[in-house]
């Protein structure tokens, strides 16, 4: 299994932008797949993007356009630019690792209207 710690997340307005990073505990080179996904309150968790170790990446229609994931092999981090950001978007936000299936602590973000 891989540690993940999540942080960047935080109380902003409808428009603005956040960016998550996820720190890993092993090197990004060993892991096929890092991903996002988000869960609000009484839903199910959801995905919100992913990225391979090729860097291919995949989106949820919902976030196309406004969230960008990378990587920073060279810091085991990856990262999801969020912009534009909609009071939708409000979710505890997980980064997941495809080694051991792993998921991180979460980190809240909270967009007013």
């Known amino acids: 299994q891989v540690q993940l710690v999540e942080s960047g997340g935080g109380l902003v307005q409808a428009g603005e932008s956040l960016r998550l990073s996820c720190a890993a505990s092993?090197?990004?080179?060993?892991?096929?797949?890092m991903g996002w996904y988000r869960q609000a309150p009484g839903k199910q968790r959801e995905l919100v993007a992913t990225?391979?170790?090729?860097?291919?990446?995949n989106y949820a229609d919902s976030v196309k356009g406004r969230f960008t994931i990378s990587k920073d092999n060279a810091k085991n981090t990856v990262y999801l630019q969020m912009n534009s950001l909609k009071p939708e978007d409000t979710a505890v936000y997980y980064c997941?690792?495809?080694?051991?299936?792993?998921w991180g602590q979460g980190t809240q973000v909270t967009v007013s209207p």
């Open positions: 990225i391979t170790r090729g860097d291919s990446t």
């Open positions: 997941w690792a495809s080694s051991g299936s792993s």
């Open positions: 092993r090197s990004l080179f060993i892991i096929n797949t």
